[in-house]
């Protein structure tokens, strides 16, 4: 079995893709969808295994410089990587590559270089094709679906694993159904939330044959360096005054800005997480009362929710649960932070969930803000729960 | 919502471009079809546009320098450039806020996601509601792909800048291409802007807008001002 790396996506896939089996991304035009390829080549290498990319409309130096861009150094796999070079023939330049498609418009050229380096490959390893769409795009629909057949085949013979990137630019309707449903074991959609443009970005899987099929979106973001991030646009941190919000929004955050006076947040907090795969923009309310018209206005469209509390302070709680209410927070996922855990008096975490009244399915979760203990644990956690509700 | 080209007497013949028109601009070479597009997308900056401008034959910055050069005042948070040339030419350059790099002009994959991410960017974070993408030129990108493969991009983007209200003003090299491959392109227009050699100079004329296309004009290209004569 070998992991894509995209995050959540193995778990979809039940571990990831089989070797001898192929897996499609396939594309919506204008998403970013070539780094899933790249991702998944370059997770595969980092665990061992042999690694081949077919370079269609970048050349290879090109190729190596996007690896390093998304902090990826596909050179330190030294013989482990190799770069199928179909791109430099079409452009009349000279290529230093180990595999050198002579004929870029003629898939016979294409797969003579793929059987080469399939045969090259000491272990089982994995193909990637940069472009599936331009290989189409130059060698024509029909001869490049023929082609893909015989890729496979070798792939299945050589127990290689073959991972397409395909742009579903508006081919024939016959073309795009057999990508979509046919020609892979597996196929993952990454699209876009599309309205007056393209606002967000999102995969899912769609197909794959060797396991049952967990059919949920992620929402994602590509970030350099990083490469695909499962992506929550809006968790929401809220909570009774003084109890931890913005220290908690800070020490989770990668980059964080708070609007405050004297140190007590008078608009919102603001920070980006990355961690683990995961990106998350967090939102903090501030936490008196007389700022409660605006906790209404920070907290629509949240994905998810931290309540924050101290947990030396009872007498806040009934605070904590109205700040839930009025954040509309109820039915969202949830995560109680038990904060200020290093303090003198502190309440366990039963009697929390007693005197909040919450019911034992509700997480609550202990932290120390002012040293980061336990925040990330409860960012997982969180992040878990939104996925699931995806 | 409406456009403006920013060439006067046309503008005053064709009456206001409504939003979500793609348009053709047709013409021989070094009739100064680079300028005619950065003038149009100069007064859409000037119309508190954002604009888009993707060069696949010069590099990004030699386009921003084209209006540093007659010193317009462009704010620099309203304009992206893809550029598909820097990397084409062995550099290794880095994206920047204003210049975003796609591999080459072969990779309308990478094109397609760059002209995305500043639409995006423009209506998301900017709240621009009216945008001009200019492609110049859609001639270098036919040395490189296929017609079909072109009109496929075409086909999605032209839709693109109808959903998003925008204007599109594409460029092609007349005398490059044969007959069918103009004729099949056009199909994916609203209106031509199109450029013929006269007898003192060049000529243009708008076709598309209004019943009948407007008489040809000898034109003169002044710095950052396009002046029809006739």
């Given at each position: 079995m070998m992991e894509t790396g995209i995050p959540k996506l193995d778990d979809y896939l039940h571990g990831g893709v089989p070797m001898g089996k192929t897996l499609v991304y396939y594309a919506y035009p204008g998403v970013e969808g070539t780094v899933f390829g790249m991702q998944s080549l370059c997770h595969a290498m980092s665990n061992g295994v042999s690694g081949v990319y077919v370079a269609s409309s970048t050349e290879p130096h090109r190729i190596r410089e996007q690896f390093n861009e998304f902090g990826w150094d596909a050179e330190e796999y030294g013989d482990q990587f190799a770069i199928i070079d179909a791109f430099s023939g079409l452009i009349g330049a000279d290529s230093h590559e180990r595999?050198?498609?002579?004929?870029?418009?003629d898939t016979r050229s294409l797969t003579q270089c793929i059987k080469n380096a399939m045969e090259d490959l000491r272990e089982p390893g994995v193909i990637v094709f940069e472009s599936l769409s331009t290989v189409m795009d130059l060698c024509g629909e029909s001869e490049t679906l023929d082609a893909i057949e015989e890729w496979n085949q070798y792939a299945m013979l050589y127990d290689h694993a073959m991972i397409y990137n395909f742009t579903a630019w508006p081919y024939s309707d016959d073309t795009l159904l057999s990508i979509k449903e046919?020609?892979?074991?597996s196929t993952i959609s990454v699209g876009g939330i599309a309205g007056e443009v393209i606002f967000g970005q999102y995969f899912g899987v769609l197909k794959a044959n060797w396991t049952d099929v967990i059919r949920k979106c992620v929402l994602f973001k590509v970030l350099k360096p990083g490469g695909v991030r499962a992506y929550i646009p809006k968790i929401l941190v809220t909570g009774p005054f003084d109890a931890g919000k913005s220290t908690f929004v800070h020490a989770l955050s990668t980059r964080a800005v708070s609007v405050d006076r004297l140190g007590t947040t008078i608009a919102l907090d603001h920070g980006h997480v990355d961690h683990k795969g995961f990106a998350a923009d967090i939102f903090g309310t501030p936490?008196?009362?007389?700022?409660d018209p605006i906790i209404k206005l920070i907290s629509g469209e949240a994905m998810g929710v931290f309540l924050v509390l101290?947990?030396?302070?009872?007498?806040?709680f009934a605070r904590g649960r109205q700040m839930l209410e009025i954040t509309r927070s109820f039915g969202l996922p949830v995560v109680i932070i038990a904060n200020k855990q290093d303090c003198d008096g502190t309440l366990t975490l039963e009697d929390i969930r007693g005197k909040l009244d919450m019911p034992e399915n509700m997480v609550i979760m202990p932290a120390v803000a002012t040293t980061g203990e336990g925040v990330f644990e409860a960012f997982e956690t969180l992040i878990d729960m939104v996925m699931e509700v995806g | 919502m409406t456009y403006k080209l920013g060439i006067s007497r046309l503008d005053e013949l064709i009456g206001d471009i409504k939003s979500g028109t793609n348009i053709m601009m047709i013409g021989p070479p070094i009739s100064g079809k680079d300028d005619i597009t950065n003038i149009i997308a100069y007064q859409g900056l000037l119309d508190a546009n954002a604009a888009v401008i993707v060069s696949t034959r010069e590099p990004g910055n030699n386009v921003l320098e084209w209006f540093e050069r007659y010193n317009l005042d462009v704010p620099m948070d309203r304009i992206g450039i893809v550029d598909c040339v820097t990397r084409t030419l062995g550099f290794g350059a880095p994206d920047t806020d204003n210049i975003k790099m796609a591999s080459?002009?072969?990779?309308l994959t990478g094109i397609g996601v760059k002209i995305s991410q500043f639409f995006e960017h423009f209506w998301?974070?900017?709240?621009?509601?009216e945008t001009r993408l200019c492609i110049n030129s859609l001639s270098t990108i036919l040395m490189y792909s296929n017609l079909q493969t072109v009109f496929r991009f075409l086909h999605v983007f032209t839709g693109r800048i109808k959903a998003a209200n925008a204007l599109g003003i594409y460029v092609i090299e007349e005398g490059m291409h044969d007959e069918r491959t103009i004729v099949t392109l056009k199909q994916l227009f609203d209106g031509m802007i199109e450029i013929r050699e006269g007898e003192e100079g060049y000529q243009m004329r708008a076709v598309g807008f209004t019943p009948k296309p407007t008489p040809w004009f000898d034109y003169e290209i002044d710095g950052a001002n396009i002046v029809l004569r006739g």
């Open positions: 595999y050198v498609v002579a004929d870029p418009e046919d020609v892979c074991d936490g008196q009362a007389r700022f101290d947990s030396t302070r009872a007498e806040d | 080459s002009p072969v990779d998301m974070e900017m709240h621009l509601r």
